[in-house]
Every structure is written in C-alpha cells, then in structure tokens.
C-alpha cells in the first residue's frame, strides 16, 4: 500500500505566495517522476509541474518564472513553491507520483487526494 498526504494549501491574496507539499509513504522500492497537476472548476487536469528522479524540472508556460518544484528522495517527499500567485492559480492542486513498489515490480502511478488553493482579494 502507498498513501500521498499532501498539505499546504489555502486561501491567499493575489501576488501572495504557498507552499504545497505531499509526501509518499508505504511499500516504496524506488520514485521515479513526481509532479503537480491542477484542475480548476469546469476544466481538464493540467500539469502544472514535474520534476524526474534525476532533478530534470518542467513546467507549464502559465507558471513558468513564478512556481518552483523540488524533491527530496530522502524523505519521498515533493514541494511546490507558488510566488506572485494569480487569480487564475486557484484550483485544486493534486500531487503525482510514478514509483515501484518492489525490484520486480512495473512503475505505477498513483494520486494524492487534493488540496485547495484560492487566489482571491
């Protein structure tokens, strides 16, 4: 069993910043990719961010030069810095992570549960 505890999420004014985080505990051989994904009301899951087990990042071009993704592989854990944030941010924020649960095991992806970022005056 794998289980994605994500926090960090809330209500913030525009130009503000947060910082989310999801860390992945259980059965975990090895992390492959990690990432943010978020989903705003009325439309499709975008990824916002990614960052692979050697510390490639990408980033959608929205958040390019404002969000910042790091990892830490000792702890299995994930962040997300979001500066200068905008109106236009607030969605639900979900953490991605593609890991193996044993040597022999094929890569799996799984999902934390989602956590709220407002931007709002």
């Known amino acids: 069993q794998v289980q994605l505890v994500e926090s960090g999420g809330g209500l913030v004014q525009p130009g503000g910043s947060l910082r989310l985080s999801c860390a992945a505990s259980?059965?975990?051989?090895?992390?492959?990719?990690m990432g943010w994904y978020r989903q705003a009301p009325g439309k499709q899951r975008e990824l916002v961010a990614g960052i692979s087990s050697g510390g490639l990042r990408s980033y959608a071009d929205s958040v390019k030069g404002r969000f910042t993704i790091s990892r830490d592989n000792a702890k299995n854990t994930v962040h997300l810095q979001m500066n200068s944030l905008k109106p236009e941010d607030t969605a639900v924020y979900y953490c991605n992570v593609i890991l193996v649960r044993t040597v022999v095991a094929a890569p799996t992806v799984y999902w934390g549960q989602g956590t709220q970022v407002t931007v709002s005056s």
């Open positions: 259980g059965s975990i051989f090895s992390i492959n990719d």
